[in-house]
C-alpha cells in the first residue's frame, strides 16, 4: 500500500522561502502523477501544482505559477516543493497525493487516490 509523508513545513517570514518534501513507499510505480494541494482554515482544499513521475512535466495553480516549482528525485522516490515569495496567503497544510498517471492534469481533489497526514506553512506578515 502505497504511503506518502510530508515533511519540511514551518513558520516563514513574507517573502521567504521553504521546501517541502514527501517521501513516497509502498507499491509505488512510475506510471504514476503526484501533486500537492493545501487547505487554509475554514476553506476548502485546493490544487497547488502537478508533476508526471515519468517525465516530469509539470502543471501549477495561477496563484503559485511563477512562485513554486514542483520536481521528482527519482532515485529516493520523493516529491517536493519549492516555494519563494512566500505571502501570508499561502498559509495553509499542505498535503502531497498521488493517482495513475494520465496524460491530461487532474486539480480535483477526487481524482487522488493516495494522501499523506500534510505539513503545516505559517506565513508571517
Known amino acids: 500500500q502505497v504511503q506518502l509523508v510530508e515533511s519540511g513545513g514551518g513558520l516563514v517570514q513574507a517573502g521567504g522561502s521553504l521546501r517541502l518534501s514527501c517521501a513516497a513507499s509502498?507499491?509505488?510505480?512510475?506510471?504514476?502523477?503526484m501533486a500537492w494541494f493545501r487547505q487554509a482554515p475554514g476553506k476548502e482544499r485546493e490544487f497547488v501544482a502537478a508533476?508526471?513521475?515519468?517525465?516530469?512535466?509539470?502543471y501549477y495553480a495561477d496563484s503559485v505559477k511563477g512562485r513554486f516549482t514542483i520536481s521528482r528525485d527519482n532515485a529516493k522516490n520523493t516529491l517536493y516543493l519549492q516555494m519563494n515569495s512566500l505571502k501570508p496567503e499561502d498559509t495553509a497544510v499542505y498535503y502531497c497525493?498521488?493517482?495513475?498517471?494520465?496524460?491530461?492534469?487532474?486539480?480535483?481533489?477526487?481524482?487522488?487516490?493516495?494522501w499523506g497526514q500534510g505539513t503545516q506553512v505559517t506565513v508571517s506578515s
Open positions: 509502498g507499491g509505488t510505480n512510475d506510471r504514476r502523477t
Open positions: 497525493a498521488q493517482r495513475p498517471f494520465s496524460f491530461t492534469f487532474y486539480t480535483g481533489e477526487r481524482d487522488y487516490s493516495y
Open positions: 508533476i508526471t513521475w515519468i517525465g516530469g512535466r509539470t
